[in-house]
């Protein structure tokens, strides 16, 4: 738990940004808040992308640390910021060369397009920031340390919310904030919009790279690993491996993430109450998720960091230990579902028809948020033990296989005779199945890789 709170802390306050440029756009005018909203849906799945490929440094670096081996964890995070530096920059060059194509694809009005293009050129230019950044954090994570995260991240979100302010909304944003006085010479500042938000959105990439950097660099916590002395060249063989535990968590974070966005577009039929309801429900459960995943990445780090130690059986033990934890945690937070939903969703919508419906989808919450912390957290454990490509094949099957198309035929067609077309219910019910299905399998394989380890009969490949 003192691993998986500040993480859980970085988490909510990266999703904040998020959260501040909705807002801060929406207040402009429908166009620019179209522009973020259309924009972000291109620019995150990449991001996460990247951030859960080179999460495959933070098992690597864990069993390095618990193994004793410090000084090979050097060139392995110099390894992973090669790694994340293209893959910031292929992300960068894919958001200022594709999107206008994609925005005809999707038939966004040429306004919107315009704008979100904007915006999306100027998000670009942070990619390789926050791809630096993530690099840093894994290995951060992975030496036990992940309050550095968290404070940066504050950082970040302090550095986005002023700067939100003069860029989307000129000097007028400035003197509504500060007043007239201490606006000064700022206050004739152009309001630049959509635009103006996705240049704070990367000047608050690049700020919490840089302040990762410092601190790494300076902090006494890392000191035995001597990080920033003699550079090291990219090595295939450990640039290889990164890529072998990180690729597949990558594909499956990016799957998790198209599965809701393609709900979302399959629901858009339903009419706006049905839509509302379900992002409102969605969002809540969301947020108290934050606190499940963090434990899995936790996890992750625990279970590297016992069994780099060579203790195979209190590694099975840490793992299991860890399961019956996210249970407990997954409990609570249904307590707070039941408990605080109606005055939680009256926050979002004075809509009754909406809430209404929020209302009755959280009960179909509380059964997934159990099996969402279960397989979470087995996924977390598994990638301590650097089996991650049965994650990625697991989550294939599960999310869009079972999850996706089992909810989409709920939805529209049901079951012929026996059971009507349940329209949103049915989406979540395939929700619950994926996922649940998801849990069971990961528990299987988790069950399995901690058996073998322990008898011998399995070799965790070695950095």
């Not at 802390?9 to 005018?29: F, K, P």
């Not at 630096?132 to 992975?142: E, I, N, P, T, V």
């Not at 577009?265 to 379900?278: R, Y």
């Amino acid at each position: 738990m003192r691993l998986a709170l500040p993480i859980c802390g970085a988490q909510l306050a990266q999703a904040g940004m998020g959260v501040t440029d909705v807002m801060m756009t929406g207040r402009l005018s429908a166009a620019d808040l179209a522009a973020v909203s259309v924009g972000s849906s291109l620019w995150l799945p990449l991001m996460l992308f990247m951030t859960g490929t080179l999460m495959g440094l933070t098992p690597i670096v864990a069993q390095l640390l618990g193994g004793g081996n410090v000084e090979r964890i050097h060139p392995n995070v110099h390894q992973a910021l090669w790694v994340a530096l293209a893959l910031g920059l292929i992300a960068a060059l894919l958001l200022w060369f594709t999107v206008m194509p994609i925005f005809r694809l999707m038939n966004v009005p040429e306004n919107v397009a315009e704008l979100s293009a904007a915006y999306l050129s100027a998000v670009a230019f942070g990619m390789p920031g926050v791809a630096l950044f993530q690099a840093l954090r894994a290995f951060s994570d992975g030496m036990n340390h992940t309050r550095p995260s968290l404070w940066i991240s504050l950082v970040g979100l302090a550095v986005n919310v002023p700067a939100n302010y003069l860029l989307i909304y000129g000097g007028d944003g400035l003197v509504a904030l500060f007043g007239p006085n201490l606006a000064g010479p700022l206050a004739s500042f152009p309001a630049l919009g959509a635009w103006g938000c996705g240049i704070a959105t990367g000047l608050s990439m690049w700020v919490m790279s840089l302040a990762m950097l410092l601190y790494t660099r300076r902090s006494r916590a890392y000191a035995p690993v001597t990080l920033w002395h003699s550079p090291t060249p990219p090595r295939r063989a450990m640039i290889g491996e990164l890529l072998y535990v990180g690729v597949p968590i990558g594909v499956a974070i990016f799957v998790e993430v198209t599965l809701f966005t393609l709900i979302a577009l399959f629901i858009a039929s339903f009419g706006e109450v049905v839509v509302a309801g379900h992002q409102v429900a969605l969002n809540f459960t969301s947020i108290l998720f934050m606190l499940p995943l963090s434990l899995g990445m936790a996890l992750t780090v625990r279970v590297g960091n016992t069994l780099g130690a060579g203790k195979p059986e209190l590694t099975r033990f840490v793992a299991w230990n860890g399961i019956v934890v996210c249970v407990l945690i997954a409990g609570i937070n249904n307590l707070i579902l039941w408990f605080a939903s109606e005055p939680v969703i009256a926050l979002y919508t004075h809509n009754v028809e909406v809430q209404q419906l929020a209302l009755s989808l959280i009960v179909l919450a509380m059964i997934y948020q159990v099996s969402d912390a279960l397989q979470i957290n087995m996924a977390g454990a598994l990638r301590g033990y650097k089996d991650t490509r049965i994650i990625m094949a697991i989550t294939l099957v599960s999310y869009w296989l079972v999850g996706l198309l089992g909810g989409h035929w709920l939805g529209t067609r049901g079951l012929g005779a026996w059971l009507d077309p349940l329209g949103i219910y049915g989406y979540w019910i395939g929700l619950v199945l994926g996922l649940t299905v998801a849990a069971v399998l990961l528990g299987l394989r988790l069950d399995r890789i901690s058996k073998a380890v322990r008898d011998g009969r399995w070799q965790i490949p070695r950095s």
